[in-house]
């Protein structure tokens, strides 16, 4: 008989779902308007703080909006961190705009300022100011918070804060989804939570979610027949997807807190492990919800042991691994748009890769993991004890 699947990071459903669906299923609100997402959005902005939610079908369709909100226009440049999910970039393309990608930074992975402000000053001194910074929460570890903010504040370039695997993270006691003057966050199936598929785009004003709703849901004017005299898209989230999100948010403190768990068992593992580092946040400023573990595997020190090897023997055993997202100025869509930074990006793609983190996993499935990195480091079966 064949193992089960151990997958990278799999829908976790709480419960009370059903009880939320099942209300937009009894009112016959099976359209993207209803009670449940005016609700989910209410959620959401209670649990960040601050700010104005509104609830679309995808991440990227809030990014998308996020550019149009912030006025990035066909023939626009934008910098956008290149070690990330090709959804942070595509949207860029779709506005006709044109995609500046910077490099990572050691210590979060993610936009790195002094390539930042070197990419800004040079796309200035060749006549073309920046329209956008996209900037990332990657894995759901926060980015260089300040720094960035005080580069984008010094050239007056807003930022679109990418914290689509970051809800739940925080900076100094602020949760990602509040740091840019536009931010995003995405409940794709993988997600900390999920409506399956779905976004946020989170705005500073009302006003601003107001042309948000207006621009997703085709740009309808206010007149008796569908009057339209700008571009608009069909982003709304749906009334039964938002009541998935509603019974979802009722868990995700928990999920973040296993997520975490699942860190730390890795942590611990790799403890007497040479070679192999698990990314973590760079101090107590910084608090991540974990949404996927990465690794980094040092070869040299593992006696030729590398992350495509250790992906391969996962597989041998229905484990579900992963490499980091390949960046994006490494790939044939983006390859000839320019790129300003060194080669951390490339380094953490050439050797680190993702493990299984869902809030889902059980003991049994540690063990499995577990086992399979002592067989393959040679370590005592004694240390699988939990």
């Not at 409940?187 to 948000?212: H, L, Q």
Request: proline content about 4%.
């Amino acid at each position: 008989m064949s193992k089960k699947r151990i997958w990278l990071s799999s829908p976790h459903m709480g419960g009370s779902e059903q009880k939320y669906i099942q209300e937009a299923f009894d009112t016959n609100w099976i359209a993207p308007v209803g009670a449940n997402i005016d609700a989910f959005e209410l959620d959401l902005e209670n649990y960040l703080g601050s700010g104005y939610v509104t609830a679309v079908n995808t991440g990227t369709a809030a990014i998308h909006l996020g550019l149009v909100l912030l006025g990035v226009k066909a023939g626009d440049e934008v910098l956008c961190q290149s070690m990330t999910f090709s959804a942070s970039a595509n949207p860029i393309l779709y506005q006709g705009a044109i995609p500046i990608f910077i490099d990572s930074e050691p210590d979060t992975w993610n936009l790195c300022p002094t390539a930042l402000e070197e990419a800004i000053v040079d796309r200035i001194n060749k006549g073309v100011t920046p329209k956008a910074i996209v900037a990332v929460a990657l894995y759901g570890v926060p980015y260089k918070i300040e720094e960035i903010r005080t580069i984008a504040d010094k050239y007056a370039i807003p930022i679109l804060e990418d914290s689509a695997e970051a809800l739940g993270s925080s900076y100094k006691g602020k949760r990602c989804g509040a740091f840019g003057d536009v931010s995003v966050l995405s409940f794709n199936g993988s997600k900390i939570i999920t409506t399956s598929g779905g976004g946020a785009i989170i705005t500073a004003t009302k006003a601003s979610k107001e042309r948000a709703i207006f621009l997703a849901t085709q740009a309808k004017e206010n007149a008796p027949h569908y009057q339209h005299s700008e571009v608009g898209y069909n982003y709304r989230m749906s009334n039964v997807s938002a009541g998935i999100g509603r019974g979802q948010m009722n868990v995700l403190a928990e999920h973040i807190e296993l997520r975490r768990e699942m860190h730390q068992f890795y942590v611990d593992l790799f403890k007497g492990i040479n070679g192999v580092s698990v990314y973590t946040v760079p101090n107590k400023n910084y608090f991540a919800n974990y949404w996927l573990t990465a690794i980094l595997i040092d070869a040299t020190e593992t006696e030729g042991i590398s992350n495509e090897s250790i992906r391969l023997k996962l597989l041998e055993e229905n484990i579900e691994s992963r490499p980091l997202w390949k960046p994006m100025h490494m790939q044939a869509i983006f390859r000839d748009y320019p790129y300003y930074g060194k080669d951390v990006a490339e380094t953490l793609f050439d050797n680190g890769l993702l493990l299984p983190s869902g809030s889902n996993l059980s003991d049994d499935d540690r063990a499995r993991i577990k086992t399979v990195f002592l067989n393959l480091f040679g370590k005592d079966k004694k240390r699988l004890d939990f």
